[in-house]
Every structure is written in structure tokens, then in C-alpha cells.
């Protein structure tokens, strides 16, 4: 499925650099600095082989390359169903080497019943955790998809989805829950912190009745909504090791109910900072989610906030800090990309001093220079896109109507489109001479999916 590729470089200089979680590192740079073999030159000679798989992947793949699987070695791409199916599947020969499916899954596929998280690797890279349908993160074995533990964290999965991808820092997995299509309630967003030894719950904040400091029934707090459920769900602050989250519309006091806010917690799960705009009632009335993505981690001083009011706001990190409600007080709003609403992950490109933020929505795809502390716009394509992806010097753009586009990340000149079906939040990793992109939408309720893969040459 591949043919011979030239260019400028060897096509075997590649990293062999895992990718371990949605967003490549732990804050979610969507930015892999690290040679993968592809180039511009590359770009229109890559071959997709498309493997068939037993459910919709309505995220992205994590990869690990040289891992024990079955007994030998593989390099391998691992993904996540709607309905809970979790696969490892060989990067270099599209062949399923396993795959866990998780009990009580009769009960729930082809219902609007899903999980739209993507897994995360362990840093001993024997172990993938997963989530389910049924509220629950599993820990499964690299070597054969055997389950260690499994942890629920939620009492309603009926009503709390697992939808933003999962975690990992300080030797914990870190989770977080939402609601469902038509916010139909009771539901809270929480924050889940969970040892990874033995699935031990340690930690929950919960965005509403923020002082009840465990899981809790849905139907107890007088509050509903509030979901965290941004593609990059909780994102870890560099070396202090603090999270950040947004969350959708829900009642704001300033107390004990954080709706439409951008939150600062500690690695233990404490609230020690916070955000909301002054029109917080006026999105919670509208529905228009602040935290329909995640806060972006700009630099250690500034993270911005996209929302589907069509702004992304510029935000100063020392501000939040406090336990007193902070409101207002943006440094920046600038529009999304075509003004509509952002439900993607921005990345962040660092090429020497210079600080992009790049994002797509439904409409287009901008990037912008962080200048003087500010935000300046410094390209623009009329090309919809979902999370984007930055590997390699090359920046991959999966459009939800069909196709990979790739771009020079630096003015958006267009490299080239790879040929793909029609998704919904599914976005690609580009590592080690491969591409892996999974088609579908996890609205359509199938059991059953495809997983583009494309390859460079052989040496």
C-alpha cells in the first residue's frame, strides 16, 4: 500500500518518538517538534491503506513504537470506539493484534450511549488506559489488552460522558466528565485524579457543589450541566503540574458553582484559580458554552480561551490565581476563525522565539503571532477543520466534510490534501513515517469504523 517517495531528505530519518495521548504532551501543544520522515516533498506520494475496525474512533489514535504485543514486537497504534472497544492495531500492516470490549457492551451500542476519549499510554509503555460507555476508566496490558483494574467515575452514565480525552501526570490518569447531546440533566463536570496502581479514586472536584470533594449523585446537587468536555479535557500547567479546565453552561456563583469558567486546580484536585467572563448568565442562557474546548497553554504567563460565542480570549495565568470569584478582566478577544463556534484544540507552534496559535472550526482555519503579549493575526485559509495537529515542521488539518490538508505552519501555504472520508472530532498524529486518522462520527451510532493509514516507503 505504498509507493517509492523522493525528496530533499532520506525518507528513513525518523524520530522513533511514541505518541502517547491526545494533543501530544501533557499541556496539549498539538505539537510534535521531533522529525517524523515525512516532508513537503512526501506529502501527494503517501498511500492510505483504510482498516476496518468494530466501531467509530470519534478521537485520535496514541502510538508506541518497538512495544512487546502478543509476543513479538510491534509498533502500534491504539484507539478507542464510541462504544468502548479498545484496539491495538500493527502500524506497519494495518492487522488488529488485539482487542478488549468492555462487559455490558450489548446494552449500550447503537444508542446514543459513547465515549469520545481518546486513551492514554503509561510512561513504562506497558499499559494503556481507556474509557467506556459505562463511566469507566480501565488500565489495560500493552502485551495482550488484559485487564488490571477498572474505575467508575460517575454513579450516572446514562447522563455523564466521558467525552474529553484522558491524561496523564505525577503518576496519575486524569479524567473528566460532561453531558450528553441536549444537556438533558441531572449531570455535573468533574475532575477525576486516579492512581494508576491499583485504580484508586484519589481525588474529584466537581465543577458544580464544588465543595463536595467526591463522585456524588447527579440528582443531589441542586445545579446541573456545567460539563467538561473539551477535546483536550484537563490540561497540565508545565512544572508546576496544575491543571486547567473550562466548563460549559451551568450556574455561576463564584462560590460553589462554576459554570462557564476557566478553572486553575491543583495536582491534588483543589480549586486555586478561576475565570469567567462578565456575560456569564448570558451564555449559560444562550448556550454558549465558554468551555466548548479547552484552555490552550500559551506561555507561563498567558492561556487562551475559546468558546462557542465565537471569541478566543487571552488570559493572564497569574490573574487566576485565588479563591475570590474573578470576572472579566480579558487581556485579548479576538474572533475564531470564521466566527462560529471553536470546538477544537488549538496547537501552539514554538519555532525559536517566535509563538503561534493555531486554530479551526467549522469554517476556516487561522493562525495567530503572539506579539507584545497580544494576539496578531498572521494567516487565514477558508478551510473548516477539527483539532490541529503540528509534526515535524508540517501542520495536518483533518477536515470533518473529508480530507487531511497540510500546511506550512508558518503562512498556510498548502503542501497538499490526502485523501479521507467525513468525521466529526476525529484528528490525526503524524510520527514515525506514518499518519493514522480515524473517519466517523460518533453521532451516527455505528458499530463498525475505518482507520486511515498512510505510509512512507521502505528504506
Given at each position: 500500500?505504498?509507493?517509492?517517495?523522493?525528496?530533499?531528505?532520506?525518507?528513513?530519518?525518523?524520530?522513533?518518538?511514541?505518541?502517547?495521548?491526545?494533543?501530544?504532551?501533557?499541556?496539549?501543544?498539538?505539537?510534535?517538534?521531533?522529525?517524523?520522515?515525512?516532508?513537503?516533498?512526501?506529502?501527494?506520494?503517501?498511500?492510505?491503506?483504510?482498516?476496518?475496525?468494530?466501531?467509530?474512533?470519534?478521537?485520535?489514535?496514541?502510538?508506541?513504537?518497538?512495544?512487546?504485543?502478543?509476543?513479538?514486537?510491534?509498533?502500534?497504534?491504539?484507539?478507542?470506539?464510541?462504544?468502548?472497544?479498545?484496539?491495538?492495531?500493527?502500524?506497519?500492516?494495518?492487522?488488529?493484534?488485539?482487542?478488549?470490549?468492555?462487559?455490558?457492551?450489548?446494552?449500550?451500542?447503537?444508542?446514543?450511549?459513547?465515549?469520545?476519549?481518546?486513551?492514554?499510554?503509561?510512561?513504562?509503555?506497558?499499559?494503556?488506559?481507556?474509557?467506556?460507555?459505562?463511566?469507566?476508566?480501565?488500565?489495560?496490558?500493552?502485551?495482550?489488552?488484559?485487564?488490571?483494574?477498572?474505575?467508575?467515575?460517575?454513579?450516572?452514565?446514562?447522563?455523564?460522558?466521558?467525552?474529553?480525552?484522558?491524561?496523564?501526570?505525577?503518576?496519575?490518569?486524569?479524567?473528566?466528565?460532561?453531558?450528553?447531546?441536549?444537556?438533558?440533566?441531572?449531570?455535573?463536570?468533574?475532575?477525576?485524579?486516579?492512581?494508576?496502581?491499583?485504580?484508586?479514586?484519589?481525588?474529584?472536584?466537581?465543577?458544580?457543589?464544588?465543595?463536595?470533594?467526591?463522585?456524588?449523585?447527579?440528582?443531589?446537587?441542586?445545579?446541573?450541566?456545567?460539563?467538561?468536555?473539551?477535546?483536550?479535557?484537563?490540561?497540565?500547567?508545565?512544572?508546576?503540574?496544575?491543571?486547567?479546565?473550562?466548563?460549559?453552561?451551568?450556574?455561576?456563583?463564584?462560590?460553589?458553582?462554576?459554570?462557564?469558567?476557566?478553572?486553575?486546580?491543583?495536582?491534588?484536585?483543589?480549586?486555586?484559580?478561576?475565570?469567567?467572563?462578565?456575560?456569564?448568565?448570558?451564555?449559560?442562557?444562550?448556550?454558549?458554552?465558554?468551555?466548548?474546548?479547552?484552555?490552550?497553554?500559551?506561555?507561563?504567563?498567558?492561556?487562551?480561551?475559546?468558546?462557542?460565542?465565537?471569541?478566543i480570549r487571552l488570559l493572564s495565568l497569574p490573574r487566576l490565581r485565588g479563591t475570590a470569584p474573578h470576572k472579566g478582566h480579558e487581556l485579548q478577544a479576538v474572533s475564531t476563525p470564521s466566527g462560529t463556534d471553536l470546538f477544537t484544540?488549538?496547537?501552539?507552534w514554538r519555532n525559536g522565539k517566535r509563538v503561534l496559535l493555531i486554530a479551526a472550526d467549522g469554517g476556516a482555519t487561522q493562525a495567530w503571532s503572539l506579539r507584545g503579549g497580544r494576539l496578531h493575526s498572521a494567516w487565514r485559509v477558508a478551510h473548516a477543520g477539527t483539532s490541529p495537529v503540528i509534526a515535524?515542521?508540517?501542520?495536518?488539518?483533518?477536515?470533518?466534510?473529508?480530507?487531511?490538508?497540510?500546511?506550512?505552519?508558518?503562512?498556510?501555504?498548502?503542501?497538499?490534501?490526502?485523501?479521507?472520508?467525513?468525521?466529526?472530532?476525529?484528528?490525526?498524529?503524524?510520527?514515525?513515517?506514518?499518519?493514522?486518522?480515524?473517519?466517523?462520527?460518533?453521532?451516527?451510532?455505528?458499530?463498525?469504523?475505518?482507520?486511515?493509514?498512510?505510509?512512507?516507503?521502505?528504506?
Open positions: 500500500m505504498v509507493v517509492t517517495a523522493t525528496g530533499a531528505r532520506k525518507t528513513t530519518e525518523t524520530s522513533r518518538h511514541d505518541w502517547t495521548r491526545f494533543g501530544w504532551d501533557a499541556r496539549r501543544s498539538n505539537d510534535d517538534p521531533y522529525p517524523t520522515g515525512i516532508y513537503t516533498a512526501h506529502v501527494g506520494q503517501l498511500r492510505r491503506q483504510q482498516v476496518r475496525l468494530p466501531g467509530t474512533v470519534d478521537s485520535s489514535a496514541i502510538y508506541l513504537h518497538g512495544v512487546a504485543v502478543r509476543g513479538a514486537t510491534h509498533d502500534a497504534f491504539f484507539v478507542t470506539t464510541t462504544y468502548g472497544i479498545t484496539l491495538a492495531i500493527d502500524a506497519s500492516s494495518g492487522r488488529i493484534l488485539w482487542q478488549w470490549k468492555p462487559r455490558g457492551y450489548s446494552h449500550w451500542a447503537g444508542s446514543a450511549q459513547i465515549t469520545t476519549a481518546t486513551p492514554v499510554a503509561d510512561p513504562s509503555r506497558k499499559w494503556i488506559y481507556a474509557a467506556s460507555p459505562d463511566g469507566r476508566i480501565q488500565k489495560l496490558t500493552v502485551a495482550s489488552g488484559h485487564v488490571v483494574w477498572r474505575r467508575s467515575i460517575t454513579r450516572l452514565p446514562s447522563r455523564e460522558k466521558i467525552a474529553s480525552s484522558l491524561n496523564f501526570a505525577g503518576g496519575n490518569v486524569i479524567a473528566t466528565t460532561g453531558g450528553y447531546i441536549g444537556d438533558a440533566p441531572p449531570y455535573q463536570g468533574h475532575v477525576a485524579i486516579i492512581s494508576v496502581r491499583n485504580g484508586r479514586l484519589l481525588h474529584v472536584w466537581n465543577s458544580l457543589c464544588s465543595n463536595r470533594h467526591r463522585i456524588i449523585a447527579p440528582a443531589s446537587c441542586p445545579a446541573s450541566d456545567s460539563a467538561i468536555w473539551g477535546r483536550a479535557g484537563a490540561v497540565v500547567v508545565p512544572r508546576s503540574g496544575n491543571l486547567l479546565v473550562a466548563t460549559g453552561n451551568a450556574p455561576w456563583d463564584g462560590r460553589t458553582n462554576w459554570g462557564d469558567a476557566v478553572l486553575l486546580l491543583s495536582p491534588r484536585g483543589k480549586l486555586i484559580g478561576n475565570y469567567t467572563p462578565t456575560n456569564t448568565d448570558q451564555l449559560n442562557d444562550t448556550d454558549l458554552d465558554l468551555g466548548s474546548t479547552s484552555p490552550v497553554y500559551l506561555t507561563s504567563t498567558l492561556i487562551a480561551q475559546g468558546g462557542k460565542d465565537g471569541k484544540a488549538p496547537a501552539v515535524g515542521g508540517l501542520l495536518w488539518v483533518y477536515d470533518p466534510g473529508g480530507g487531511l490538508r497540510v500546511y506550512q505552519p508558518e503562512n498556510g501555504i498548502l503542501d497538499g490534501t490526502l485523501p479521507a472520508g467525513s468525521g466529526h472530532w476525529n484528528s490525526p498524529i503524524v510520527t514515525d513515517g506514518r499518519v493514522a486518522l480515524p473517519e466517523g462520527d460518533a453521532n451516527s451510532h455505528s458499530t463498525s469504523g475505518v482507520l486511515d493509514i498512510w505510509r512512507l516507503p521502505s528504506a
